[in-house]
């Protein structure tokens, strides 16, 4: 058997890392041991298309090497090596594929078999305004944020709804016996309240907020969204909307709203199952409404597609040309209004159920404004995303600019409830940085927890300690961090609607206040954690993050075990060894990282220390 050796995260093996641009070059090297070598290949195919078996040349002994041209086109591309040798006058053919974890490959028995590694070809670089890749985010979800009402009464009660009596109430749903929510229920957050925490959310270094749906709808969520061109009246006025975005712009901050366009509320006016818009408008009504081919009947009016089989939220078929002019078309549509308004960017609910064509309109439509920001929900890594069939384009350029960086909090609660090892979370997150292009990766909106998960206090088991490491863990990573509101005052909270509690105005904890504030210093003082370079590095107990740009870098050491750690092996890194390197390990070698702890050093830091040190030099001569 022969002695083979690659790995796609080192520049011996191949150059450049990570994804190509179209029409760019990468060279694949494998290094291979043997006796009697006959030819070494690269077997190379675009997704979907054959393969190309490429004789590779040798460079040096036990080196073999070829570089590719990416001219088929932005997509994702395959590859694995077949080594072919002579032995006894027998022929040997040995393949070889990406590992299951990544980095360095392994040896396969037969093509069926192998796990093939993956570049991913792009149209073009996503640069996105330094507002948002700069930014420091916080979601609202607004019901639950702030009434800022000086009576506190809600606005506009909706019928047959319940309001609670106390903002300390457990928010809780009514269901009927088969699951339907009977009552929505309201805290009464409203716009103005937003606009009355500005101050609070300057003070703890916010500079961009992402909201949830705003537009009118029966649910205290939104996502049942029943007219896109007005404000629900439970949260005010399009003059208090214009006002919000005033506020910001005027406090240097942005804007991100929730475009919801997949599904619309049962009783919207475009569907109207109840008759409350008229017993002649919307699709439920009329098969003869101007909106009756945005949906799939299947039996007219009482079956019809909805999202995820929710009959309160019948699903659009967004390929329907109509639909497409109303959401996104030049004149009239509903992004031109908003984008008018001066929204910043849109946040796009459950981009697996828009099709790439819908989402690439939205685009273009954002295009038309500068300094727009196009973000999608994907849960998982959204570079070979396959929905309903298809491999998505969505970070392959002209669509979508970054994604939720959901991986990167599953990772982050893996490794501090100690359900993976630090050298799984380091290979996993060095796989996604592999094959998103750089801008995407950098364009990510990072988040720890969201209105769709469990808050990330209740998820590390009320360990105080432990939510500093997390927020280390979203600040010190590539990205746009993100806030959940609340989680930086204490809640907590399980599954919706435990996690949609309201803002515990009167409650907060400081101590993990104090803890997210520091992290947002952090990030405002360290360019580095923004525009660095990310290397990963571990111990069989410890984990750490590298960042780094020419001589600059920042690293913190993390230790999500109860117990006190040293560092007495070695840290692996996976990166090339540098005089950079060398230097943070050897910084960290020998020192104590106490339980659910870290420690936090960077060359600034040690510029200043080597800046008093020859001061004081300076005046002992003077003496």
């Avoid at 949906?295 to 699903?315: A, R």
């Avoid at 273009?364 to 298809?390: F, H, M, Q, T």
């Avoid at 504030?517 to 003082?525: I, P, S």
Wanted: charged share 25%; proline share 4%; hydrophobic share 35%.
């Amino acid at each position: 058997m022969s002695l083979i050796r690659f790995n796609p995260w080192q520049s011996y093996y191949k150059h450049p890392f990570g994804a190509v641009k179209e029409n760019g070059l990468a060279r694949l090297s494998i290094e291979v041991i043997a006796e009697d070598i006959l030819q070494v290949y690269l077997v190379m195919h675009k997704d979907h298309q054959p393969e190309q078996r490429i004789f590779m040349e040798k460079q040096e002994e036990g080196l073999y090497s070829y570089e590719y041209f990416f001219n088929q086109g932005k997509g994702l591309y395959f590859y694995h090596f077949e080594v072919h040798t002579k032995v006894n006058d027998q022929v040997f053919i040995e393949y070889y594929g990406a590992s299951e974890q990544g980095g360095e490959g392994r040896l396969y028995d037969r093509p069926a078999t192998i796990w093939d590694f993956q570049i991913t070809c792009y149209q073009s670089a996503e640069c996105t305004p330094d507002w948002y890749r700069n930014g420091v985010f916080y979601q609202i979800f607004p019901d639950r944020f702030y009434n800022g009402n000086p009576d506190k009464k809600v606005n506009s009660p909706k019928p047959n709804t319940f309001i609670y009596a106390t903002e300390e109430d457990e928010p809780l749903y009514v269901k009927g016996s088969n699951g339907d929510i009977l009552r929505w229920d309201f805290f009464g957050g409203n716009l103005q309240g937003i606009i009355k925490k500005i101050p609070y959310l300057k003070e703890l270094g916010v500079t961009g907020i992402y909201l949830n749906p705003i537009f009118e709808a029966c649910s205290n969520h939104r996502y049942d969204t029943s007219d896109y061109f007005k404000i629900d009246p439970v949260l005010g006025t399009e003059e208090d909307f214009k006002e919000l975005i005033d506020a910001l712009h005027i406090n240097d901050m942005h804007l991100i709203l929730d475009g919801v366009f997949s599904h619309v509320g049962q009783n919207s006016r475009y569907f109207n199952a109840s008759g409350s818009y008229g017993t002649n408008i919307g699709a439920f009504q009329n098969r003869h409404s101007e909106y009756f081919s945005w949906f799939n009947f299947i039996n007219y009016p009482q079956e019809y597609e909805s999202w995820w089989g929710i009959k309160d939220l019948p699903e659009i078929n967004k390929h329907d040309p109509e639909f497409q002019k109303f959401i996104f078309g030049e004149e009239n549509s509903v992004l031109t209004k908003w984008n008018q308004f001066g929204v910043d960017g849109w946040r796009l609910d459950v981009a697996d159920e828009l099709p790439d064509e819908f989402i690439a309109g939205i685009r273009k439509n954002l295009n038309n404004y500068e300094d727009r920001v196009l973000i999608g929900e994907v849960w998982e890594d959204a570079s070979n995303k396959v929905s309903y069939d298809v491999r998505r384009e969505y970070i392959l350029g002209d669509h979508l600019q970054g994604v939720m960086n959901y991986p990167l909090r599953d990772s982050a609660i893996d490794l501090l409830n100690e359900k993976s090892s630090p050298e799984q979370i380091a290979k996993s997150l060095t796989r996604l940085y592999e094959n998103y292009p750089r801008d995407i990766f950098y364009n990510n909106l990072n988040n720890i927890g969201t209105h769709d998960t469990e808050r990330i206090l209740t998820m590390v088991g009320n360990h105080t300690k432990k939510l500093d490491l997390a927020f280390g863990f979203m600040f010190l990573s590539p990205g746009v961090p993100c806030i959940y509101y609340g989680d930086e005052a204490g809640l907590t909270g399980a599954k919706d609607p435990e996690n949609r509690k309201f803002f515990p105005w009167n409650q907060m904890n400081r101590e993990i206040y104090d803890s997210c504030r520091k992290w947002v210093e952090r990030r405002n003082d360290y360019e580095v954690l923004v525009h660095g370079d990310l290397s990963f590095f571990f111990t069989d107990e410890l984990f750490g993050i590298l960042r780094r740009d020419g001589d600059e870098y920042v690293a913190a050491l993390m230790n999500p075990t109860n117990y006190p750690k040293r560092v007495v092996e070695e840290l692996t890194f996976i990166a090339e060894e540098t005089p950079l390197i060398q230097e943070v390990r050897r910084r960290l070698t020998g020192r104590a990282v106490a339980e659910n702890s870290y420690i936090f050093i960077s060359s600034k830091e040690k510029k200043e220390k080597m800046e008093r040190f020859h001061m004081n030099q300076e005046q002992l001569q003077l003496v």
